[in-house]
């Protein structure tokens, strides 16, 4: 008895052990797997800090620039250019207000070979269905049927008010959308979510439907074909990017050359119209405000609801009184000297251009009333600014133009117009939306996997009568659902970093001066203090400088940054011997930039630039930003490209000679 007791007791304490040992077990898995995924989500966020601190600064070069851009625009007079069709009305592209559908009818042939939609005004649900059926299968719409369907949206868009009033109470639910930025398979899942539009099934688009993505035609030309069918149940307000110079630098006017050969001038004088043409703002029931951007201190909502909104065409074409103070301002900016600190150490085309006048500086209290300016500055501060939780409103630095507002400015708004709600976009969202300021601003952003595959959801608003929102999130999964959480993070953080170092290449000779001004003794090596603080002063971006390190640079034994390993696997696309190291890293810093410069300037969209063309506007870009490079070295690098001694140079050639190439991935996909 006493053995089988003892036996017993034995057996006990064994399971005793081996309980513990799975529960020591189960914690170390819990620990293990929380550390991970701690780990994944810190990579997550960084991947995305950069995504969007290099997507700001972009945005904030695209302000400082405008008045070249207004220049170029106002002095490019070829008859057949870019800038002709948006600059000359009378010119011979310019589509009439007056031209009747049965006109565009005699004027394009549709030819019996097109198998595409064919539609007939007024429009019907069926044209609808044929236009989703149509870009599902990546089909495109005859040019015909898209200057009749801009001309009749058009049409429609100047009988409505600049702020559109709803009311809750003709349909249960309002379904609110944010940022689409060409990705059609998020509309397309939207509807099919959500249903079609309809008189039950009322939509509110809050801009910026065009840029970044490639099927931002097909959007435009759905949302304008429901607007034509529900005109009272379908409204769309205007976002940034509904803006012809902003399209010029962010795909849509590329995109458009592309699939309307013959006929995308048209196309893009009419979009321009009818962007300008686009309500401001949506309120429902009174309560709720639905804009792009967000407010300022200064937003007046009866003043935005009397301005003639079609006037401003492009908000990155200032009224005169704005390009004239930030001219004389400019006049005013010392050369900057150098000094200790390591922030003076720019060269001074950086100096130069990051102290130009922008927009966020443009409401000086010292300038004369101009009415223009006042439209231009209330129409910027609503499609440009952010929400943010400290109180105030401040210049929205890292965009260039607009505001941050705080939740003081959000309720001093409400109280003067009884509102309880602001819906805005506008910004990227890892979850599709975000609400601040105790609940009383909503951030609603559509566009999933808006930087790369797998980084983000996309979201939508249903606000029932009782104005209580109902969020509603998905994810466009071609390739995702394919790869592991792990592997969906390390595509993110590869692209981010990619697009990053391709940046600091860029500010290569920038960099190295602000490292050697931590470097004494001329060793090459810099503590991790001082590695990123010359890498924030130089690049200005924000970023999580330390926790990059490892990602960015090399680090010796002792602790210290070797800080020329920034570069050690970058270099430029095709190494052209004619371009001096400086001219080089300004042409490869400048691409997007001039990008949209010989756009303009480009006679038949050929992609051939003459080299007298050429030589006259690079002279013109490098005094406009103060860039000190001598003209015989852009002469030499011209003639130099000019392979078939023409007289003239295939930019697009030219711009893939100055794009930075990743060693480590050409030697992977070798």
């Not at 703002?281 to 967000?294: C, Q």
């Not at 129409?379 to 952010?386: A, V």
């Not at 309720?411 to 009383?440: Q, T, V, W």
């Not at 007298?612 to 852009?634: A, N, P, Y």
Request: a neutral charge; one cysteine or more; glycine letters at 4%.
């Amino acid at each position: 008895m006493g053995s089988i007791i003892g036996t017993m007791g034995c057996s006990s304490s064994v399971a005793d052990r081996r309980s513990e040992n799975v529960i020591r077990a189960a914690i170390l898995i819990q620990k293990w797997y929380r550390f991970t995924m701690a780990r994944l989500e810190m990579r997550r966020r960084y991947s995305l800090s950069i995504f969007q601190s290099i997507e700001y600064a972009d945005e904030q070069d695209q302000l400082q620039l405008s008045n070249f851009f207004t220049f170029m625009l106002d002095h490019c007079t070829h008859p057949d250019s870019v800038s002709q069709i948006f600059t000359s009305p009378s010119g011979p592209q310019v589509v009439d207000e007056d031209l009747s559908l049965k006109e565009f009818e005699k004027k394009i042939d549709v030819p019996d070979s097109y198998y595409g939609p064919r539609l007939s005004f007024p429009l019907t649900v069926e044209d609808a269905n044929a236009l989703l059926h149509a870009f599902r299968n990546e089909q495109l719409l005859h040019a015909r049927y898209v200057l009749q369907l801009l001309s009749e949206t058009r049409r429609v868009l100047k009988e409505m008010p600049n702020i559109t009033h709803l009311s809750t109470s003709y349909s249960k639910e309002i379904t609110v959308c944010g940022d689409l930025h060409g990705n059609l398979d998020d509309l397309l899942l939207i509807f099919y979510k959500n249903g079609l539009p309809s008189e039950q099934n009322r939509y509110v688009f809050n801009g910026d439907f065009v840029d970044r993505g490639k099927n931002s035609m097909e959007i435009l030309i759905i949302l304008f074909a429901f607007l034509l069918i529900y005109p009272n149940d379908l409204h769309l307000n205007r976002g940034n990017h509904e803006d012809y110079i902003m399209n010029l630098r962010y795909g849509f006017t590329k995109e458009v050359s592309k699939k309307y050969k013959d006929h995308w001038k048209q196309i893009l004088c009419l979009l321009r119209d009818v962007f300008s043409w686009l309500p401001l703002a949506t309120i429902i029931d009174s309560k709720v405000l639905i804009l792009h951007g967000g407010i300022s201190d200064t937003t007046d909502l009866d003043f935005l609801n009397a301005l003639e909104r079609n006037k401003l065409k492009s908000l990155m074409r200032p009224p005169k009184s704005v390009r004239d103070r930030q001219d004389q301002t400019k006049k005013r900016i010392p050369t900057t000297k150098p000094s200790k600190h390591i922030a003076n150490q720019h060269v001074t085309a950086k100096a130069q251009h990051n102290s130009s006048p922008s927009f966020t500086e443009s409401s000086g209290s010292n300038l004369p009333p101009d009415p223009a300016l006042k439209e231009w500055k209330q129409i910027l501060d609503i499609l440009w600014s952010d929400p943010r939780s400290q109180n105030g409103c401040t210049p929205n630095k890292c965009r260039g133009g607009g505001c941050y507002f705080g939740p003081d400015v959000t309720a001093k708004l409400f109280e003067r117009y009884n509102l309880k709600m602001l819906i805005r976009s506008h910004e990227f969202k890892p979850e599709g939306y975000e609400i601040s300021h105790d609940g009383k601003v909503i951030t609603i952003f559509s566009a999933s996997n808006y930087y790369e595959e797998g980084s983000n959801r996309g979201a939508y608003i249903k606000l029932n009568p009782e104005l209580i929102p109902r969020f509603v999130q998905y994810q466009v999964s071609k390739f995702t659902h394919r790869k592991n959480l792990r592997e969906r993070v390390g595509t993110i953080e590869s692209s981010a970093l990619k697009s990053l170092r391709e940046k600091i290449y860029a500010h290569k000779s920038e960099l190295t001066s602000a490292f050697a001004q931590y470097d004494i003794n001329g060793t090459g090596r810099i503590s991790v203090n001082d590695w990123a603080a010359a890498m924030e002063s130089v690049l200005q971006l924000e970023l999580p400088w330390r926790m990059l390190r490892s990602q960015l640079a090399q680090m010796n034994p002792d602790g210290e940054v070797d800080f020329m390993s920034c570069f050690y696997d970058l270099k430029m696309g095709q190494p052209i011997k004619e371009a001096q190291p400086a001219l080089a890293e300004t042409l490869c810093r400048y691409r997007k930039d001039l990008e949209i410069i010989f756009n303009i300037i480009d006679k038949d969209h050929s992609g051939l630039i003459s080299l007298e063309e050429f030589s006259q506007t690079w002279r013109l870009f490098t005094s406009h930003l103060g860039i000190d490079v001598q003209d015989d070295s852009i002469d030499k690098l011209v003639l130099s490209i000019d392979y078939n001694k023409d007289g003239h140079i295939d930019f697009n050639e030219f711009l893939e000679a100055f794009h930075v190439v990743h060693r480590l991935e050409k030697k992977a996909t070798s």
